[in-house]
Every structure is written in structure tokens, then in C-alpha cells.
């Protein structure tokens, strides 16, 4: 007979190995797990974070709760689909009421991003108004454990990508008010136009334009089925 353990070749009928002394009967009554293929664990890891970082609800949901929570949702996919349906040459993000809670967070990027040069100064505004809602997102994920708290800031994410979209779109015509009340035309104070010309990338305004309205959008259709997803779990735990 061979050891299954390290194959050395001996007598019928012994209890132990020879030469591992190994016990045999033991091998038999524990039989060594089959390896798990190293797919299946990095499968079952991204599985186990998506659950505790994204959809992880509470153990029991008061309706109150619940139902401020389906407003919230009702609300965001009404404005959402407002905002995706309509053209962004038409500038309704900038008429938006939600354009004047950006606009103090696109100025204070211009000073945040002061040090890092005229470049990073100018761009500074666009993304300090992305980056805050974003700071929002993994507030409400690592420390206050709130996934929907979270997707509701991805939600103002996709927004402000789409809120930029206009002024991106106007880097070569110049025709939007700026905050002083002129046009870029009057004075040099035009974010996109400054940067794109840095660049030499000036004649591709309107395709970056459509780029970050394509991007605002494709993050609301996440945000928004992120939203549906948690309201389904937590109706299931809805406490009567």
C-alpha cells in the first residue's frame, strides 16, 4: 500500500505511516477540502464589499422612514429624467435651483486649487463643484454607513457633471452670463475657454460638452437604480 499523504510504499494492514506517521484512519474521517478556485474567491470578495459598503440596510425600516425615503427617490428620478431628456444646449442645469448651491463650491475650487498654478486654478472651479458632492458620497459610506444617504450624493454627482456641460459647451461662442453679470466676450473670465485654449483643444468644446453631459447622465441611471434597489430591501424590512 502507498501513504496518500506522502506516497511511502509499505505493508498492508498498518494503522500509521511508516514513514510520516501519519494515522490513517484520521485521513480518512477528515478528508482534505478541495481548493477553492482563486476566480470563485475574488468573486465572492467583491460580492461580500458590494454588499457591506452598497446595500447594506437597516435591520428594520419605521414607515415614516421609509416613506421620506420614496419621496426623496420620486423626487430625484422626476428632476433626473428632466435633466437627460432635455438637451444641454438649452442650459436648463444652469437655470436649475441646484446650480445656485453648486456655484459657491465652483468658486471655492478656484481658491482651493490656487497653489497648484493658473491651470489648476481655473479648473479648480469645475472641480471643486464635482468633488464636494463626491467628499458627500464617501461620508455617507465609511462613516455613517447610509447607502442610500450615498446614492443620493452620486445623484448631485452626476448633476454637476451635467451643470459643467453648458459651460463647456460655450468655451468658443462665450454667450453665457458669467457671475459678474458679462459675458466671456467682455472679459477674460471664462474657465473653458482659458483652459481649452491652453490646451489647443479649444475646437473640441462641444464633444467634451456632450462628454460630461454623457457621463452626468450614465452615474444618475446608477444612482437612481441604486436607490430602487436599497427602497426594495427596506420595504422588506418595513416594521408595521
Same mark, same amino acid.
Given at each position: 500500500?502507498? *501513504?496518500?499523504?506522502?506516497?511511502?510504499?509499505?505493508? =498492508?494492514?498498518?494503522?500509521? *505511516?511508516? /514513514? *510520516?506517521?501519519?494515522? &490513517?484512519?484520521?485521513?480518512?474521517?477528515?478528508?482534505?477540502?478541495?481548493?477553492?478556485?482563486?476566480?470563485?474567491?475574488? =468573486?465572492?470578495?467583491?460580492? /461580500?464589499?458590494?454588499?457591506?459598503?452598497?446595500?447594506?440596510?437597516?435591520?428594520? @425600516?419605521?414607515? &415614516?422612514?421609509?416613506?421620506?425615503? @420614496?419621496? @426623496?427617490?420620486?423626487? $430625484?428620478?422626476?428632476?433626473?429624467? /428632466?435633466?437627460?431628456?432635455?438637451?444641454?444646449?438649452?442650459?436648463?442645469?444652469? =437655470?436649475?435651483?441646484?446650480?445656485?448651491? %453648486?456655484?459657491?463650491?465652483?468658486?471655492?475650487?478656484?481658491?482651493?486649487?490656487?497653489? &497648484?498654478?493658473?491651470?489648476?486654478?481655473?479648473?479648480?472651479?469645475?472641480?471643486?463643484?464635482?468633488?464636494?458632492?463626491?467628499? *458627500? $458620497?464617501?461620508?455617507? $459610506?465609511?462613516?455613517?454607513?447610509?447607502?442610500?444617504?450615498?446614492?443620493?450624493?452620486?445623484? !448631485?454627482?452626476?448633476? %454637476? &457633471?451635467?451643470? @459643467?456641460?453648458?459651460?463647456?459647451?460655450?468655451?468658443?461662442?462665450?454667450?453665457?452670463?458669467?457671475?459678474?453679470?458679462?459675458?466671456?466676450? =467682455?472679459?477674460?473670465?471664462?474657465? !473653458? %475657454? %482659458?483652459?481649452?485654449?491652453?490646451?489647443?483643444?479649444?475646437?473640441?468644446?462641444?464633444?467634451?460638452?456632450?462628454?460630461?453631459?454623457?457621463?452626468?447622465?450614465?452615474?444618475?441611471?446608477?444612482?437612481?437604480?441604486?436607490?430602487? !434597489?436599497? $427602497?426594495?430591501?427596506?420595504?422588506?424590512?418595513?416594521?408595521?
Amino acid at each position: 500500500m502507498h *501513504c496518500a499523504k506522502c506516497g511511502w510504499e509499505q505493508d =498492508e494492514g498498518r494503522v500509521d *505511516c511508516a /514513514r *510520516c506517521g501519519i494515522i &490513517f484512519a484520521k485521513m480518512h474521517r477528515h478528508p482534505r477540502p478541495a481548493a477553492i478556485p482563486r476566480e470563485m474567491v475574488h =468573486e465572492s470578495t467583491w460580492a /461580500r464589499l458590494v454588499e457591506e459598503w452598497l446595500l447594506i440596510t437597516e435591520e428594520s @425600516v419605521t414607515p &415614516f422612514y421609509f416613506a421620506g425615503r @420614496v419621496l @426623496v427617490f420620486l423626487l $430625484l428620478a422626476w428632476w433626473g429624467w /428632466r435633466l437627460i431628456t432635455t438637451p444641454l444646449e438649452t442650459n436648463d442645469t444652469g =437655470e436649475s435651483f441646484l446650480h445656485l448651491i %453648486n456655484l459657491p463650491f465652483h468658486e471655492a475650487g478656484h481658491l482651493i486649487f490656487m497653489p &497648484f498654478g493658473r491651470f489648476m486654478t481655473i479648473l479648480g472651479g469645475s472641480l471643486g463643484q464635482i468633488l464636494m458632492p463626491l467628499i *458627500c $458620497l464617501g461620508t455617507f $459610506l465609511i462613516r455613517t454607513r447610509d447607502p442610500f444617504g450615498g446614492s443620493v450624493a452620486l445623484w !448631485w454627482t452626476a448633476e %454637476n &457633471f451635467m451643470d @459643467v456641460a453648458p459651460y463647456i459647451n460655450d468655451a468658443r461662442a462665450m454667450d453665457l452670463i458669467l457671475l459678474g453679470g458679462f459675458t466671456g466676450k =467682455e472679459v477674460d473670465a471664462h474657465d !473653458w %475657454n %482659458n483652459l481649452l485654449t491652453m490646451l489647443g483643444w479649444l475646437e473640441y468644446d462641444h464633444r467634451l460638452a456632450h462628454l460630461s453631459y454623457g457621463i452626468g447622465t450614465a452615474l444618475m441611471l446608477v444612482s437612481l437604480l441604486w436607490e430602487a !434597489w436599497l $427602497l426594495r430591501r427596506q420595504y422588506r424590512r418595513l416594521d408595521w
